[in-house]
């Protein structure tokens, strides 16, 4: 839970003046009522953006006693420093869905017959974007590479979701990752292929 203050004024002006005072100002939007600006308590939402999820994890925050669903949607952070500057929240309703972007685990590398060849993950997606009730975002959707061999394409479509969370792209079954040959492969083959190339050439010029 996050401890904030409602800001009366707003503007850069407004804004300065709460960062000097050690907060960071922010707003929170949405679920058909007025925007709600607001400062944080700095430690507290520098904590939390760093901590990792941020963006996929609803929180609440307190403003003077009322307590307020919301999905965090945005923040500034010094381009110098890396402190946050603003952050923007969407309040959360009863039946609000959001669009999110959700991280992808891959599983049992060891079980996958292409990697143990000395295939490589080759990783199109690291993050998928899903239309999702605000209440069920996935901390993060997993891809087992199981039975993978060399050449094989992982589509969206091979990955179980939760229910209710759909891919925002639906027009097409999209790679996720792929298993590709490693470049210290094709040397190899390159190699094998010259040498049977001077077999094959010997006997030639012996028949000559």
Do not use: W
Request: proline share 7%; aromatic share 6%.
């Amino acid at each position: 839970e996050l401890k904030a203050e409602a800001r009366e004024q707003v503007g850069k002006g407004s804004a300065r003046a709460v960062r000097r005072n050690g907060k960071v100002p922010a707003v929170i939007y949405g679920d058909k009522q007025p925007p709600l600006a607001i400062a944080l308590n700095y430690k507290d939402i520098f904590y939390k953006i760093h901590g990792g999820g941020f963006l996929t994890t609803v929180a609440t925050i307190d403003v003077d006693g009322k307590k307020i669903q919301v999905l965090p949607k945005d923040f500034q952070l010094d381009p110098v420093k890396d402190f946050p500057v603003h952050v923007d929240f969407l309040r959360i309703g009863k039946d609000t869905e959001v669009n999110v972007d959700v991280p992808v685990h891959f599983i049992n590398e060891d079980k996958s017959p292409g990697i143990k060849r000395g295939g490589v993950l080759n990783i199109v997606r690291h993050e998928v974007e899903f239309h999702c009730p605000a209440n069920a975002i996935p901390e993060f959707i997993t891809v087992d590479l199981a039975g993978t061999d060399i050449g094989d394409s992982i589509h969206i479509s091979a990955v179980k979701l939760p229910a209710g969370v759909k891919p925002v792209i639906s027009d097409r079954d999209f790679t996720i990752a792929t298993v590709a040959g490693s470049s210290a492969m094709k040397p190899e083959t390159e190699a094998t292929t010259e040498v049977a190339a001077t077999e094959t050439a010997a006997p030639a010029a012996e028949e000559k």
